[in-house]
């Protein structure tokens, strides 16, 4: 995505954002000169990931900083706004995105009480939290308002035979930005969900191997003829996060999917 200003000086914050669709966003944010405080795990396996991402951004115009924290965790979301604002020496808080996430597939019959409880603590208690620390910074801040964007699925609108655990944690990220949108717009605080499609991430990698029958099935179901990027998904955030191009847009869904939605009969 070319550099063109469009999120000049804003300040955002993002959730799980060195892997997959979190850190294309988080590229494409610095790309458009916003400073992006991204949150991630700190795990051993990650460290390639970070390392990575920030000698990609550090080409960028947008700064990057980065805090560990697990988005279970309550204090998490408001330690990252907190850190945002005293990193980039500013009083504002333009951007949140919501976008950490985990998804194990498993048979209905076979998913244990402690997956279930991950996946919704991780993928809906994580994202409740993290809005609502950024909500209150954009609700008592000067002027007010902001752009929040909680990243949900395509799985929020269908069903899955192994995704009984995770596609109801997606539908409630969708209906908290509604209700956000809902609560909020009294401050100027917009909120959106992006629903993607199948999208190649680390998550999926080795069910979309190039040559798979799964890959083929997929290409065959979606009308544009491939699977996601996870780059795919950044240009509607940039799109959401925008003041300029999405002012008057608030409790709206974006699917990013290909066609694959409308042509699941």
Same mark, same amino acid.
């Given at each position: 995505?070319?550099?063109?200003?469009?999120?000049?000086?804003?300040?955002?914050?993002?959730?799980?954002?060195?892997?997959?669709?979190?850190?294309?966003?988080?590229?494409?944010?610095?790309? %458009?000169?916003?400073? /992006?405080?991204?949150?991630?795990?700190?795990?051993?396996?990650?460290?390639?990931?970070?390392?990575?991402?920030?000698?990609?951004?550090?080409?960028?115009?947008?700064?990057?900083?980065?805090?560990?924290?697990?988005?279970?965790?309550? $204090?998490?979301?408001?330690?990252?706004?907190?850190?945002?604002?005293?990193?980039?020496?500013?009083?504002?808080?333009?951007?949140?995105?919501?976008? @950490?996430?985990?998804?194990?597939?498993? !048979?209905?019959?076979?998913?244990?009480?402690?997956?279930?409880?991950?996946?919704?603590?991780?993928?809906?208690?994580? @994202?409740?939290?993290? /809005? %609502?620390?950024?909500?209150? %910074?954009?609700? $008592?801040?000067?002027?007010?308002?902001?752009?929040?964007?909680?990243?949900?699925?395509?799985?929020?609108?269908?069903?899955? @035979?192994?995704?009984?655990?995770? $596609?109801?944690?997606?539908?409630? /990220?969708?209906?908290?930005?509604?209700?956000?949108?809902?609560?909020?717009?009294?401050?100027?605080?917009?909120?959106?969900?992006?629903?993607?499609?199948?999208?190649?991430? %680390?998550?999926?990698?080795?069910?979309?191997?190039?040559?798979?029958?799964? #890959?083929?099935?997929?290409?065959?179901?979606?009308?544009?003829?491939?699977?996601?990027?996870?780059?795919?998904?950044?240009? !509607?955030?940039?799109?959401?996060?925008?003041?300029?191009?999405?002012?008057?847009?608030?409790?709206?869904? /974006?699917?990013?999917?290909?066609? #694959?939605?409308?042509?699941?009969?």
């Amino acid at each position: 995505m070319p550099a063109t200003n469009l999120l000049l000086n804003r300040t955002a914050i993002i959730t799980g954002g060195t892997t997959g669709i979190g850190r294309a966003i988080t590229l494409a944010f610095l790309a %458009q000169g916003c400073n /992006v405080a991204v949150n991630h795990l700190n795990l051993p396996s990650d460290t390639d990931h970070l390392t990575s991402l920030l000698s990609e951004a550090s080409s960028l115009p947008g700064k990057i900083a980065h805090l560990p924290g697990d988005v279970r965790d309550p $204090t998490t979301g408001p330690a990252l706004v907190q850190f945002a604002l005293e990193t980039f020496h500013t009083s504002r808080l333009d951007i949140c995105v919501s976008n @950490a996430g985990v998804c194990t597939f498993t !048979p209905f019959l076979d998913i244990t009480r402690d997956l279930f409880d991950k996946t919704v603590r991780t993928n809906l208690d994580g @994202a409740f939290y993290l /809005v %609502q620390a950024a909500a209150r %910074q954009m609700a $008592t801040q000067e002027p007010k308002g902001g752009s929040i964007i909680g990243i949900s699925s395509i799985s929020a609108l269908v069903g899955g @035979a192994e995704q009984a655990h995770y $596609t109801p944690t997606k539908a409630g /990220v969708l209906s908290l930005m509604q209700s956000a949108a809902c609560a909020l717009g009294k401050y100027n605080i917009r909120a959106n969900a992006i629903l993607p499609g199948t999208v190649r991430t %680390q998550l999926n990698e080795g069910d979309l191997r190039e040559g798979g029958d799964k #890959l083929r099935y997929m290409e065959g179901r979606i009308p544009l003829g491939r699977v996601g990027e996870p780059g795919d998904v950044a240009g !509607p955030a940039v799109f959401l996060a925008c003041e300029e191009l999405s002012g008057y847009v608030t409790g709206a869904q /974006v699917l990013v999917d290909g066609g #694959l939605f409308v042509n699941l009969q």
